[in-house]
T-cell receptor, first 113, second 116 residues
Framework: NAGVTQTPKFRVLKTGQSMTLLCAQD?????MYWYRQDPGMGLRLIHY???????AKGEVPDGYNVSRLKKQNFLLGLESAAPSQTSVYFC????????????FGQGTRLTVV | GESVGLHLPTLSVQEGDNSIINCAYS??????FIWYKQESGKGPQFIID???NMDKRQGQRVTVLLNKTVKHLSLQIAATQPGDSAVYFC???????????????WGAGTKLIIKP
């Protein structure tokens, strides 16, 4: 029972490079989310999806893009990485519109130098 | 803007004692209040939630209390164990119209330390 799987777990990027973070869930959840977590702060929502083929902006969407071509996958892209995007990124999925009872991945620690 | 805050960033509790973690919120229209636990190096894990039409909800060793009069939320953990060491986050669903229904507002977290 894998739950929510994020790849990669760690990555170091140079300023201006691009990358894609992959999130996969095997629970048939409709809702998927990408958050970032910075030291001493709560999670902030970047983008989310309410179903296959749909995406929407969260609280801090600038500099990121997402796609949900398949229900089980939610991709987060950084087109031109900046040091301000150094953070821990969490993907989550859930079956409740309220956002409760969400399942989180283990996180991706991204450093942009 | 709306925010969810915590009274204490760190809480130290003796093993076996009860723990109480507090949270203040500002949006009186919020529909759901949720507690998540995050152990070191892991993603958050759902603990318990409460709807705005309730005052109290109990789970296994945990109780959440909601005081809408003073916009206060608390998580009580009974007989605290070493495995309870983690950062605890409260989050609220502000229940605004449109897409914002899906956006939780998270507090900064309280670190719970268990003393042997």
């Amino acid at each position: 029972n894998a739950g929510v799987t994020q790849t990669p777990k760690f990555r170091v990027l140079k300023t201006g490079q691009s990358m894609t973070l992959l999130c996969a869930q095997d629970m048939n959840h409709e809702y998927m989310y990408w958050y970032r977590q910075d030291p001493g702060m709560g999670l902030r929502l970047i983008h989310y999806s309410v179903g296959e083929g749909t995406t929407a902006k969260g609280e801090v969407p600038d500099g990121y893009n997402v796609s949900r071509l398949k229900k089980q996958n939610f991709l987060l892209g950084l087109e031109s990485a900046a040091p301000s995007q150094t953070s821990v990124y969490f993907c989550a999925s859930g079956h409740r519109v309220s956002g409760t009872e969400a399942f989180f991945g283990q996180g991706t620690r991204l450093t942009v130098v | 803007g709306e925010s969810v805050g915590l009274h204490l960033p760190t809480l130290s509790v003796q093993e076996g004692d009860n723990s109480i973690i507090n949270c203040a919120y500002s949006n009186s229209a919020s529909d759901y209040f949720i507690w998540y636990k995050q152990e070191s190096g892991k993603g958050p894990q759902f603990i318990i939630d409460i709807r705005s039409n309730m005052d109290k909800r109990q789970g296994q060793r945990v109780t959440v209390l909601l005081n809408k009069t003073v916009k206060h939320l608390s998580l009580q953990i009974a007989a605290t164990q070493p495995g309870d060491s983690a950062v605890y986050f409260c989050a609220e669903n502000p229940r605004t119209t449109g897409d914002s229904n899906y956006q939780l507002i998270w507090g900064a977290g309280t670190k719970l330390i268990i003393k042997p």
